[in-house]
Nanobody
């Protein structure tokens, strides 16, 4: 049973915007970290943005800080990633994921949290984002 489903990807020109959505029933209330990750061909999967559903704290990769916003809407059971000023280097498959907050005790960086997501998280199938010059 698929629990996380991404949508909203597509092809845009550099400088454009996209809003990615992740249907995440049962994950948006509390006790979870929710995140967006991306992977380009030949590269490692990297964390883009993470939100702590208990505190509201957010974390962003340096490469997207100031251009992206992670948020959630409990009424729609949906996680969002708003991306503005898109660059060709943003081209990747984007995944959403959820991990119990208890598995991220001591986590303070995107890199550390990404490891926890990879070990313990539930993942969606991905949505492709392509940014042309």
């Amino acid at each position: 049973q698929v629990q996380l489903v991404e949508s909203g990807g597509g092809s845009v020109q550099a400088g454009g915007s996209l809003r990615l959505s992740c249907a995440a029933p049962g994950y948006t209330y509390s006790s979870y970290y929710l995140g967006w990750f991306r992977q380009a061909p030949g590269k490692e999967r990297e964390g883009v943005a993470v939100i702590d559903t208990d505190t509201g704290s957010t974390y962003y990769a340096d490469s997207v800080r100031g251009r992206s916003t992670i948020s959630r809407d409990n009424t729609k059971n949906t996680l969002y990633l708003q991306m503005n000023s898109l660059k060709p280097e943003d081209t990747a498959m984007y995944y959403c994921a959820a991990v119990p907050s208890s598995h991220l005790v001591g986590a303070a960086t995107i890199a550390t949290m990404t490891s926890s997501f990879l070990y313990f998280g539930d993942w969606g199938q991905g949505t492709q984002v392509t940014v042309s010059s």
